[in-house]
């Protein structure tokens, strides 16, 4: 068992000493839990410092090589190293050139900040958004396993925790057994947006319907669609297995499995939406079908190839708004469009945190069942009334 220091107030046995290092990456991101953190701390009148970050410098010298520096001890404390890897806004300077920043680096980052942390935290725990290289998580041949390789290195460097969101394949933590591994969802926090944003359309659930791009997405599909009262159908992806494209098989076809969805509301689930061609392609399938407005829900938006089309499907009426979390980075051009919903983790994140820290369970929290069926309850009702 880990001989973790622990420092109980009343009956909380803290693990140790919050301390939250926020990398470059993820700067505004930490600052919105810090302020979440004490927010929880100050209701439950516990003790509560100014603030819980630990400042830490990122150094980049002009051939390319990096270190971190710690400003601020982290010595007997329970550590949650923040870092989006997925964040290309970040950059530096190379050999008198501007280099953006790519998922390599920042996980390099990760290491070099549990390196100079030195072994003296009670506890190291990573919280990485985005899982990296988690669409690397298997091999077909003689290839990488980029996500198992680096969730071996983390553990090998004492790393006892990852939090993660919505992990492409879960059965990625196979590769660590004897590490704590949290794969989270923005379930809640999405769909309760888009009760409030929507909330006249999804009344109407019988001209509803769910859609997955594809069959791996099903699982996500089904419990939305449970959740939310609303049936569910999918498309499959008929690729082209003799040829490789930008390192994957190409879509020959989108082939449609479900219900009619003419005069229906849609909305497509996916866990990232990366180019985004797949989705495109679906929506017009949909369009064509005769749906009516067609929403897409993601978790991470990454708009790999700009947001061009998205605007140009908007601009026809093929499009009706694209949901998705501040856990990746979205340039601030993107968030301002009318056809694009931000939807805030940080609340949620700070509470995992805040429970982790009190050596709490976190499995109430992550029932988002429950409390979405009393929103969802809550507008039924309502409209009921106002029938009557």
Not at 42 to 57: H, V, W, Y
Not at 154 to 170: A, M, Q, R, Y
């Amino acid at each position: 068992m880990d001989n973790f220091e622990r420092r109980r107030f009343g009956e909380i046995d803290f693990v140790g000493d919050l301390g939250i290092i926020a990398l470059q990456s993820c700067k505004d991101f930490g600052s919105k839990l810090d302020a979440h953190i004490k927010r929880f701390r100050r209701k439950e009148g516990l003790p509560c410092p100014d603030t819980f970050m630990i400042d830490a410098s990122e150094i980049r010298f002009s051939n390319g090589e990096g270190k971190t520096i710690l400003n601020d001890t982290a010595r007997g404390k329970d550590i949650y190293l923040i870092c989006d890897v997925g964040n290309y806004s970040c950059t530096y300077n190379l050999l008198g050139h501007e280099n953006r920043m790519g998922p390599d680096e920042h996980f390099q980052d990760i290491k070099r900040a549990v390196s100079a942390i030195g072994g003296k935290a009670a506890r190291i725990n990573v919280l990485m958004p985005m899982l990296y290289a988690s669409r690397q998580d298997r091999n077909k041949g003689r290839e990488s396993l980029d996500c198992a390789l680096g969730l071996r290195e983390l553990e090998s460097l004492g790393v006892k925790d990852i939090i993660t969101f919505d992990v492409h394949n879960p059965s990625v933590q196979n590769a660590v057994p004897l590490m704590s591994f949290e794969n989270l969802y923005a379930t809640y926090e999405i769909v309760k947006n888009f009760i409030e944003e929507e909330s006249e359309i999804i009344s109407d659930k019988e001209n509803f319907l769910i859609i997955s791009p594809d069959l791996g997405g099903m699982e996500r599909a089904i419990y939305y669609s449970t959740v939310m009262e609303i049936d569910v159908g999918m498309f499959y992806k008929r690729r082209d297995y003799s040829r490789v494209v930008d390192g994957r098989n190409p879509i020959v076809q989108h082939e449609y499995l479900g219900r009619d969805v003419a005069g229906k509301n849609i909305i497509i689930i996916d866990d990232m939406i990366s180019t985004g061609e797949s989705v495109l392609e679906i929506i017009q399938d949909l369009k064509k079908r005769g749906a009516a407005k067609v929403f897409v829900v993601c978790t991470f938006a990454l708009f790999t190839k700009g947001t061009a089309a998205y605007q140009e499907m908007y601009d026809k009426g093929l499009l009706t708004k694209v949901y998705s979390t501040n856990l990746t980075y979205v340039p601030e051009e993107i968030i301002n469009k009318p056809w694009f919903k931000h939807v805030d983790m940080s609340p949620f994140a700070a509470e995992v945190i805040n429970h982790l820290n009190m050596n709490r369970s976190i499995e109430p929290i992550l029932d988002a069942t429950g409390r979405l069926e009393k929103h969802l309850m809550e507008l039924w009702k309502h409209d009921e009334q106002l029938k009557l």
